[in-house]
Antibody
């Protein structure tokens, strides 16, 4: 059974840093593209970063230069390093598996709250 | 980025009646590989999104056959033939032909 378990979300002050983790099971992470998708409270969905099978990484303009997406194949895990956090980064962060052109499995999400 | 526009944003439906959600993209979703990567997701209250439909009209395993997707190019539709109470939630279209983008969401409620 495919499972994605995200963790690391918490309350943090503006300007701070946080590292989210996503532990995958039931499949080999390196065989799939993976994404971080966020949802601000009461709002819609935004893809913030993609890491491809070949390790190519892309970011939304809203997080470029501040967030770093990475993958540890040995641990079958995905990470999102978030620096210089802003109020508008407050959201539920989901790790999402991708088959070409479509997101097929979503984790349960981890909540990041940026507030002083 | 490709802009996805859904309508309506709110959809009150009587139990047992049909429902339809429109999704339009700012440019064609036909990929260079010939596929059209238009997907539909359901997000029930307090849950993560769940994919219902991929590549316009392919229903995911376990999705009731009252859900169907159609369309082409820039114009797509999700239909529910007979709404049930468990269908309450927000529905999103999403394109994967370019950098992934989502529609604003359509909130389905029971009248």
């Amino acid at each position: 059974e495919v499972q994605l378990v995200a963790s690391g979300g918490t309350l943090i002050q503006p300007g701070g840093s946080l590292r989210l983790s996503c532990a995958a099971s039931g499949f080999t992470l390196s065989n799939f593209g993976m994404n971080w998708v966020r949802q601000a409270p009461g709002k819609g969905l935004e893809c913030v970063s993609h890491i491809g099978i070949r390790g190519n990484i892309y970011y939304a303009d809203s997080v470029k230069g501040r967030f770093t997406n990475s993958r540890d194949n040995a641990r079958n895990s995905l990470y999102l390093q978030m620096n210089s956090l802003r109020d508008e980064d407050t959201a539920m962060y989901y790790c999402v598996r991708e088959e070409p052109g479509a997101f097929d499995y979503w984790g349960q999400g981890t909540l990041v709250t940026v507030s002083s | 980025d490709i802009v996805m526009t859904q309508s309506p944003l709110s959809l009150p439906v009587t139990l047992g009646q049909p429902a339809s959600i429109s999704c339009r993209s700012s440019q064609s979703l036909v990929h260079t590989d010939g596929n059209t990567y238009l997907n539909w997701f359901q997000q029930r209250p307090g849950q993560s999104p769940r994919r219902l439909i991929y590549k316009v009209s392919n229903r995911d395993s376990g999705v009731p056959d009252r859900f169907s997707g159609s369309g082409s190019g820039t114009d797509f539709t999700l239909r529910i033939s007979r709404v049930e109470a468990e269908d309450v939630g927000v529905y999103y279209c999403m394109q994967g032909s370019d950098w992934p983008t989502f529609g604003q969401g359509t909130r389905l409620e029971i009248k």
